[in-house]
């Protein structure tokens, strides 16, 4: 990667700065950066690093800060090259917080730079903050503290140089891990059942369905005897109509025979002669003849009734003239008043009437009496007689008539006998169609009621049996399904376990691991990374440098790898004048100087390939230029001129942008960003001296 071109406005002291010129680009090795102190040096690499990162790239620092005093508005534009493509990244910041960062790149064919939208510094140039910093970025004054670190510190620095706490990392995670592992396995523990119970909870299960299974079989076939045996047998049903049958045959019988009796007995209480009443016809014969009598009786009477009646009619006549005499008499008696010779008229005629005459007059009314009187006795003597006569005949016709009312009543009761007898007969016939039509079942069974009612109950006892078999068999049946379901209720709960147990195996087995790649992590990774393979690394490469800055009085430089975590690595350097191994401290601090910065930058050559496991993929970083903001300062001339001459020969940085205050030994070519500051206005000012070609 190359820094093509750089443009600030108002960025910290500078106005206005373009280098290295207009459509200009810098060119490739070493640029110095020089200057007197305080004139906007720093401000230069400052301004690199923030167009790449921001203010965050300074920790402690806002925007704000960046911004020229007294102005609103800051902006930074960077061209860089990258992979032989073109870029430049702009940013532009103010004091009311709001700011800005695109990258643009150019386009060969239309010749003009375009946007990539939303990119992600981090993953364009696949580098974080922090490692680019500490890989491209010498800061004022870290060589000094670099070249008088204690090894501890040492080695933390290239631990977290090289990412190599991702070794810690990697061991919290692994901790994580089994912390996971460790829960997740304390958790199914304590779902755990052992797995024998639950297979004894299974046969014992079992062994219950067996056993059900045989008593269903055995009721089964106490069933099919108990069912054989009723086949044989009439049904309660057919029981139930035969006495029904029998039932009715009997009463019909019973009312039969009581009617009989009573026809009987009614017969002997009335004196009739049983022989007489013993059928409907005789019966008949004898109610004809009697109606017969009865009528003629009737009849008679009625002609003698008649007769009374005229005869009777006729007692009227004389006695209504014995009423007439009696009146006239009585009439004449009392209306008649005669005074011896005197006459009188006739109440009766009108006439004059005598004594004598009267007299004869009373005599024949008196004869008229006594006539009419007899004749009314003759009558009277003749009705009496007719009377008598009507009577008997009454009296003979109410005999009759009671006779006859036996004769129908026994006619009556006869045709009941009858009817009764039908229905005796009609039922005995309904018995015996039953009993043949079912001929088969009945045949071994005696015919008689009790036998019957023994049988019925038997027939009723087996059914009462078989139903209770029948509801005992299906409750086995329900037994044999809940025992079957509970098992495989329990075979899916012995899956369960299986599975668990075997998750809980997997989860031994993971943390069998875990453990033993944490002891690997720890004990080889650690190990062979920093102590053997980096620290060797970092040794090999610093000694190149150091060797080369001290004209070969300083080399092999020797790490102690046994130091721990806690003492670091002990640097020693050999001295080649003398032969001696000398440990840091005790050598020169302008020789340190040069050891710092043989360090840091054979720390930033290895970052570059060096991969934190063996594994990782070999990653060239993309930012590959190098910024040292005065790494020189403690350095006699000697030492400076050599450091500065390697650098501007090496070629393991394609650019190098080296800050220095102090001159430049005149003898070297080198290109310069010469910066200035205005005294009266405190602004700075940097332009850009190519350099003449070297010659060495
Ligand atoms: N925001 C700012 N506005 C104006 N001047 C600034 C701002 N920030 C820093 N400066 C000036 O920049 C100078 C420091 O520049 P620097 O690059 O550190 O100098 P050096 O050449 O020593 O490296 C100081 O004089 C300081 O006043
Ligand atoms: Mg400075």
Redesign the pocket.
């Known amino acids: 990667m190359k820094i093509l071109r750089l443009q600030y406005r108002n960025f910290m002291g500078y106005k206005l700065v373009q280098l290295p010129g207009i459509k200009e680009n810098f060119p490739e090795g070493l640029i110095l950066i020089s200057g007197p102190?305080?004139h906007?040096?720093?401000?230069i690499?400052e301004g690199i690093l923030y167009a790449f990162f921001g203010s965050r790239a300074f920790p402690g620092k806002k925007t704000e800060d960046f911004i020229n005093y007294g102005e609103h508005e800051a902006e930074i534009y960077l061209y860089f090259e990258l992979d032989n493509e073109k870029y430049y990244l702009h940013r532009k910041w103010n004091r009311s917080k709001k700011k800005s960062k695109q990258l643009f790149k150019y386009n060969l064919t239309s010749k003009k730079y375009r946007e990539i939208p939303q990119f992600d510094i981090k993953d364009f140039f696949e580098i974080t903050r922090n490692q680019a910093l500490s890989t491209i970025f010498v800061k004022?004054g870290e060589v000094e503290k670099l070249s008088s670190m204690k090894g501890a510190e040492i080695r933390e620095m290239i631990l977290q140089l090289f990412q190599l706490d991702i070794i810690d990392k990697a061991l919290k995670s692994l901790e994580d891990e089994r912390k996971d592992r460790e829960v997740k396995k304390d958790l199914l523990l304590k779902k755990r059942i052992p797995i024998e119970r639950i297979e004894e909870d299974i046969k014992e299960l079992k062994e219950k369905v067996e056993e059900d299974q045989k008593k269903f079989k055995n009721n089964e076939k106490d069933i099919n005897n108990l069912k054989a045996k009723l086949q044989e047998l009439p049904s309660a049903e057919l029981f139930r109509q035969l006495e029904t049958f029998y039932n009715e045959v009997e009463s019909s019988q019973d009312k039969l025979t009581s009617f009989i009796k009573r026809y009987d007995v009614t017969l002997l209480e009335k004196g009739l002669n049983p022989e007489e009443f013993d059928s409907i016809n005789k019966i008949q014969v004898k109610f004809d003849k009697k109606n017969e009598d009865l009528s003629k009786l009737e009849e008679e009477k009625k002609v003698l009734k008649e007769k009374y009646e005229r005869i009777n009619r006729g007692l009227s006549k004389p006695q209504g003239r014995i009423s007439v005499s009696q009146k006239q008499l009585q009439r004449i008696q009392t209306e008649l008043k005669f005074s011896s010779t005197e006459t009188i008229t006739c109440p009766l005629c009108e006439s004059e009437l005598t004594h004598d005459h009267y007299e004869q007059l009373l005599a024949k009314l008196n004869g008229n009496i006594v006539k009419d009187n007899q004749k009314v006795q003759n009558i009277t003597k003749v009705l009496d007689k007719l009377r008598i006569d009507i009577d008997n005949y009454d009296t003979n016709i109410k005999k009759f008539t009671s006779e006859l009312n036996v004769i129908e009543n026994a006619k009556n009761d006869k045709e009941h006998i009858i009817a009764y007898e039908k229905e005796f007969e009609k039922n005995k016939s309904q018995l015996t169609n039953f009993l043949d039509a079912n001929k088969k079942r009945f045949k071994h069974i005696e015919l008689k009621r009790e036998a019957i009612r023994l049988k019925s109950l038997k027939v009723e006892r087996l059914t009462t049996e078989l139903n209770g078999l029948e509801n005992k068999i299906i409750e086995l049946q329900q037994n044999i399904n809940d025992y079957r379901d509970k098992v495989d209720e329990k075979e899916k709960e012995l899956m369960k376990m299986r599975q668990l147990h075997e998750q809980i195996g997997d989860l031994e087995v993971d943390l069998i691991h875990i453990g033993k790649v944490r002891e690997l992590v720890r004990r080889f990774v650690t190990e062979y990374m920093v102590t053997k393979r980096l620290v060797k690394n970092i040794a090999r490469v610093t000694e190149k440098y150091i060797r080369n800055f001290t004209l070969g009085q300083y080399g092999k430089l020797m790490i102690d790898l046994e130091g721990s975590r806690k003492t670091g690595l002990s640097l020693k350097i050999k001295d080649h004048f003398n032969g001696v191994n000398e440990s840091v401290e005790m050598i020169s601090g302008g020789d340190r100087t040069a050891l710092g910065i043989a360090l840091r930058l054979a720390i930033s050559e290895l970052m570059k390939t060096t991969r934190p496991t063996k594994n990782s993929p070999i990653k060239y970083p993309k930012m590959d230029f190098l910024l040292l903001?005065?790494p020189l300062a403690a350095l006699d001339e000697n030492r400076r001129k050599r450091i500065l001459s390697y650098l501007l020969n090496s070629k393991n940085f394609p650019q190098i942008f080296l800050?220095t205050?102090t001159e430049i030994p005149k003898e070297l070519q080198v290109h310069q960003i010469i910066v200035a500051k205005d005294a009266s206005t405190g602004i700075s000012r940097a332009h850009f001296e190519k350099s003449a070609p070297i010659e060495f």
């Open positions: 102190n305080s906007g040096k720093s401000t690499v004022q903001d005065e800050i205050h």
